[in-house]
């Protein structure tokens, strides 16, 4: 059964406290993956997609990678608009348009 | 403004009572998408739509029907909703053809609470 799932649930930081975020999946078929932004109350917004291992896009203080079986969000020196909760979802079928979801990762930073 | 809209935001309804929450989006975009998200299980798809007439089925769609009868909307009905469909729903589009990605644009969601 293809599966997604993040870790940790929640993070707290200190303000320029670097971390990162795991989103490892276990799929029959990668067809894409892509990071989300969501800010409470609101729907997500597009951060990133990653097609094949080795791949890396980057956003300001976000940057995320790809291996064959999980992927880094990584933020560097985080600022307290960065508090937001994370999603990360797989395209598993290039036959489809499926898209599963792994749980979010709630980010807070604090100043 | 490229956007997906929702209506209504915020629905509360009775067992059984049908509705139908909208969705509209005017990117042109060809694939739609109806999700709900609850506390603990994240963000999960109910149906998809690939084009106009062309639907599918994601990881919970029992209880929810849907129709693509135009491009640009995508409504989401409940014949009999039960207290288990309370939920926060999300509707999103992308053009998966232009560059062949799925990264989606949101609509605002839509609160809804089945008592």
């Known amino acids: 059964e293809d599966q997604v799932t993040q870790s940790p649930e929640a993070l707290r930081l200190q303000e320029g406290e670097s971390s990162s975020l795991n989103c490892s999946y276990t799929v029959s078929g990668l067809r894409g993956l892509f990071w989300y932004r969501q800010d409470p109350g609101k729907g997500p917004e597009f951060l990133f997609t990653l097609y094949s291992a080795g791949e890396e896009k980057e956003k300001e203080r976000l940057k995320a990678t790809l291996t064959k079986k999980e992927s880094f969000l990584h933020i560097t020196a985080p600022k307290p608009e960065d508090s937001a909760t994370y999603l990360c979802a797989v395209h598993v079928s290039s036959n489809t348009g499926k898209l599963i979801f792994g749980q979010g990762t709630t980010l807070q930073v604090k100043p | 403004e490229a956007q997906v809209t929702q209506n209504p935001r915020y629905l509360i309804t009775v067992t059984g009572k049908k509705l139908t929450v909208t969705c509209s989006q005017n990117?042109?975009?060809?694939?739609m998408s109806w999700y709900r998200q609850d506390p603990g299980l994240g963000l999960r798809q109910i149906y998809y739509?690939?084009?106009?007439?062309?639907?599918d089925k994601g990881d919970v769609p029992e209880g929810y029907k849907v129709s693509r009868k135009e491009k640009r909307n995508f409504p989401l009905i409940l014949e009999s909703p039960s207290p288990n469909q309370t939920s926060l729903y999300f509707c999103?589009?992308?053009?998966?053809?232009?560059?062949?990605?799925?990264?989606?644009?949101f609509g605002p969601g839509t609160r809804l609470t089945v008592t």
């Open positions: 990117m042109n975009h060809e694939y």
């Open positions: 739509s690939m084009n106009v007439e062309v639907t």
């Open positions: 999103a589009s992308s053009d998966p053809l232009a560059g062949g990605s799925y990264e989606q644009y």
